[in-house]
């Protein structure tokens, strides 16, 4: 291990102040610490490349022990539990499922021709697979079923907001680890993604009832890389339906070839395609933060950015300015 590696990582850890603090004060503090502990960087350098990231430590400390008070706890319990978090972080990924997310969805998938087969890259619990079983309120304007999970929307930019839920005749998931959302282990591990905050207890909620949908009304999980496993789920669409492909907080996961690869295949494919990404993330959908990530998500149809959106949802805003007329 080399001070330069630790460097790297310290830096990384800084990059997610910046990202966790509007929403998670608590990891943005974490992450300072961090970033100056020789001994928890010395920790996250014996990681492979690829584990040793902010989601992953926290997640992993969350589901062992609840999220630490401070960065003198998060210190200790890196010394005193080292093997047990190393298992974890090496065992399991970054794969937070976020349902309100689909409130950004519903707006376009309003746009499309029904029914719909839904073809979800990178779907985690396939939790955004689930737009027409969810109620959302767009700015108090109720649109869905009233009696269970409710996804609130702040809007603004005019959108489009459907008066009705699409019909849905396939859910079919990709992902290289599937989770179960019946399975209690997964659900505690997609609890434990959830960041500490102001927000995290509506999320949980809503994930927990999310969850129930989901397991209640399987989908169809297909375990594999996206890019391999993108025809398979083609072939499962049935005729006289638009199959949609999607994919929210999925491709800066991707080495950069296989990004380009997969926008490639997209384009060349008889689907309609909603991202939910970074921006730029996407070719032509804006500046790309080193990270991939961002402060805000860009929705796009068929590679035209349409949208702006919290990244774990909550708020909409629609395009009509330059970054929506300079798409291709
Ligand atoms: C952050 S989660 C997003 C889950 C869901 N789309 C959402 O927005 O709630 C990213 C998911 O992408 C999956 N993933 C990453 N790279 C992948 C690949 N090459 N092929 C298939 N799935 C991938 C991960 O396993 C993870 O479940």
Same mark, same amino acid.
């Given at each position: 291990?080399?001070?330069?590696?630790?460097?790297?990582?310290?830096?990384? #850890?800084?990059?997610?102040?910046?990202?966790?603090?509007?929403?998670?004060?608590?990891?943005?503090?974490?992450?300072?610490?961090?970033?100056? &502990?020789?001994?928890?960087?010395?920790?996250?350098?014996?990681?492979?490349?690829?584990?040793?990231?902010?989601?992953? =430590?926290?997640?992993? /400390?969350?589901?062992?022990?609840?999220?630490?008070?401070?960065?003198?706890?998060?210190?200790?319990?890196?010394?005193?539990?080292?093997?047990?978090?190393?298992?974890?972080?090496?065992?399991?990924?970054?794969?937070?499922?976020?349902?309100?997310?689909?409130?950004?969805?519903?707006?376009?998938?309003?746009?499309?021709?029904?029914?719909?087969?839904?073809?979800?890259?990178?779907?985690?619990?396939?939790?955004?697979?689930?737009?027409?079983?969810?109620?959302? &309120?767009?700015?108090?304007?109720?649109?869905?079923?009233?009696?269970?999970?409710?996804?609130?929307?702040?809007?603004?930019?005019?959108?489009? /907001?459907?008066?009705?839920?699409?019909?849905?005749?396939?859910?079919?998931?990709?992902?290289?680890?599937?989770?179960?959302?019946?399975?209690?282990?997964?659900?505690?591990? +997609?609890?434990? +993604?959830?960041?500490?905050?102001?927000?995290?207890?509506?999320?949980?909620?809503?994930?927990?009832?999310?969850?129930?949908?989901?397991?209640?009304?399987?989908?169809?999980?297909?375990?594999?890389? =996206?890019?391999?496993?993108?025809?398979?789920?083609?072939?499962?669409?049935?005729?006289?339906?638009?199959?949609?492909?999607?994919?929210?907080? /999925?491709?800066? #996961?991707?080495? &950069?070839?296989?990004?380009?690869?997969?926008?490639?295949?997209?384009?060349? =494919?008889?689907?309609?395609?909603?991202?939910?990404?970074?921006?730029?993330?996407?070719?032509?959908?804006?500046?790309?933060?080193? &990270?991939?990530?961002?402060?805000?998500?860009?929705?796009?149809?068929?590679?035209?950015?349409?949208?702006?959106?919290?990244?774990?949802?909550?708020?909409?805003?629609?395009?009509?300015?330059?970054?929506?007329?300079?798409?291709?």
């Amino acid at each position: 291990m080399t001070s330069d590696e630790q460097d790297r990582i310290a830096r990384g #850890y800084l990059a997610f102040v910046v990202e966790a603090a509007p929403t998670s004060p608590l990891y943005a503090r974490l992450a300072e610490e961090v970033a100056r &502990s020789d001994d928890v960087l010395a920790f996250l350098a014996g990681l492979p490349v690829g584990k040793r990231q902010p989601n992953l =430590l926290f997640a992993a /400390v969350q589901f062992l022990h609840g999220a630490p008070e401070d960065g003198d706890q998060l210190r200790s319990l890196v010394a005193d539990d080292a093997e047990r978090l190393r298992a974890t972080m090496l065992g399991r990924a970054t794969q937070t499922n976020e349902p309100a997310r689909c409130g950004a969805l519903l707006p376009v998938l309003g746009l499309l021709e029904g029914p719909l087969a839904l073809i979800e890259v990178g779907s985690s619990a396939g939790l955004c697979l689930y737009p027409d079983r969810y109620g959302y &309120s767009y700015d108090g304007v109720a649109v869905g079923p009233s009696d269970g999970l409710r996804i609130d929307v702040a809007t603004s930019g005019g959108v489009p /907001v459907p008066s009705e839920v699409p019909t849905v005749v396939a859910r079919i998931g990709i992902d290289l680890n599937p989770l179960d959302p019946s399975d209690p282990d997964d659900r505690a591990w +997609l609890r434990a +993604l959830v960041w500490p905050g102001p927000h995290a207890e509506a999320r949980l909620q809503r994930l927990d009832a999310a969850a129930r949908v989901a397991a209640r009304e399987p989908a169809t999980a297909l375990t594999g890389d =996206l890019l391999t496993r993108l025809p398979d789920a083609l072939a499962l669409v049935p005729p006289g339906c638009t199959p949609v492909v999607l994919h929210t907080a /999925v491709l800066p #996961y991707l080495p &950069s070839d296989a990004r380009e690869a997969f926008v490639e295949q997209v384009r060349g =494919l008889p689907v309609r395609w909603i991202a939910q990404e970074g921006p730029g993330v996407v070719p032509g959908t804006g500046e790309r933060a080193p &990270s991939g990530w961002g402060p805000y998500f860009v929705v796009s149809l068929d590679g035209r950015p349409v949208a702006r959106s919290a990244p774990h949802g909550g708020w909409l805003e629609w395009l009509s300015g330059p970054l929506a007329a300079s798409a291709g």
